[in-house]
């Protein structure tokens, strides 16, 4: 059963999130070293931005949604 906790774990989760990070543009692999590196300036600004967009803008795009849906806001 361990067996099979581990592929699930490696097929549904860690493959994903792998081909996710070598999208973003902060993540860079060093194939001769076989390092991941991550630039913490450019990461922390894109999370900034992120999260400012959620909770300004998308607080107006989610009480739309909402609100189209029948609920109040």
Do not use: E
């Amino acid at each position: 059963m361990t067996g099979h906790i581990a592929l699930l774990l490696r097929v549904f989760i860690l493959l994903p999130l792998a081909g996710l990070a070598a999208a973003l543009p902060f993540v860079a692999y060093d194939k001769a070293a076989g390092l991941v590196t991550i630039d913490i300036n450019t990461a922390s600004t894109m999370l900034a931005v992120l999260l400012y967009g959620l909770f300004s803008g998308g607080t107006f795009a989610w009480s739309r949604w909402v609100k189209r849906l029948g609920g109040r806001t």
